[in-house]
């Protein structure tokens, strides 16, 4: 199985930092690449795919770049509502997998 | 509106057996793959099983195989997941989600406990 390993698994941010989360696959998986935000006791709600398409309604400040076995998803300017866990996901192959997540919390 | 809702969720002995439904409202079920994820309390998201459009295709992760059992009925708009010889780390909120790969939709999941 593929492991996708995210980092840092938490930081601490102000509004209006700018933010990046790094996901490192453990082989290549092409742009096969997916980023969620999840808010506690909800599910995860998409907002890249494609390694660096952003999902339609999602506001601009969120960015996905990368390919083959490095990927970051950044947000440019930190807002209230974006206090939350990230995770990446490939599904290049079964079994899919997820990153482990990112907690971005309010400094 | 694009809706899916999951049920069947509860208390279980481990060893035991529970089986899982998802309701498919808003969009074609027929011509979507249909995935199942979980979430045990306070951790990550693990992908459990897909099953293609006409269900000629199922996959799981290694730690289900042998033990759980993803279906569809496309006339009912529903998807189901059979899961026997539950074992205590089974025991999470379990997520029924459109598509194949990423997910654009997803229920609020169904909490299963795994416990004596």
């Known amino acids: 199985a593929i492991q996708l390993t995210q980092s840092p698994s938490s930081l601490s941010a102000s509004v209006g930092d700018r933010v990046s989360i790094t996901c490192r696959a453990s082989q290549g998986i092409s742009s096969a690449l997916a980023w969620y935000q999840q808010k506690p006791g909800k599910p995860p709600k998409l907002l890249i795919y494609d390694a660096s398409s952003l999902e339609s309604g999602v506001p601009s400040r969120f960015s996905g770049s990368g390919s083959g076995t490095d990927f970051t998803l950044t947000i440019s300017s930190l807002q209230p509502e974006d206090f939350a866990t990230y995770y990446c996901q490939q599904f290049n192959s079964f079994p899919l997998t997820f990153g482990g997540g990112t907690k971005v919390e309010i400094k | 509106e694009v809706q899916v809702v999951e049920s069947g969720g509860g208390l279980v002995q481990p060893g035991g057996s529970l089986r899982l439904s998802c309701a498919a409202s808003?969009?074609?079920?027929?011509?979507?793959?249909m995935s199942w994820v979980r979430q045990a309390p306070g951790k990550g998201l693990e992908w459990v099983a897909d099953i293609k459009q006409d269900g000629s295709e199922r996959y799981f992760v290694d730690s289900v195989k042998g033990r759980f059992t993803i279906s569809r009925d496309n006339a009912k708009n529903s998807l189901f997941l059979q899961m026997n010889s539950l074992r205590a780390e089974d025991t999470a909120v379990y997520y029924c989600?459109?598509?194949?790969?990423?997910?654009?939709?997803w229920g609020q999941g169904t909490l299963v406990t795994v416990s004596s």
């Open positions: 989600a459109r598509g194949r790969g990423y997910s654009r939709h």
């Open positions: 808003g969009f074609t079920f027929s011509n979507y793959c």
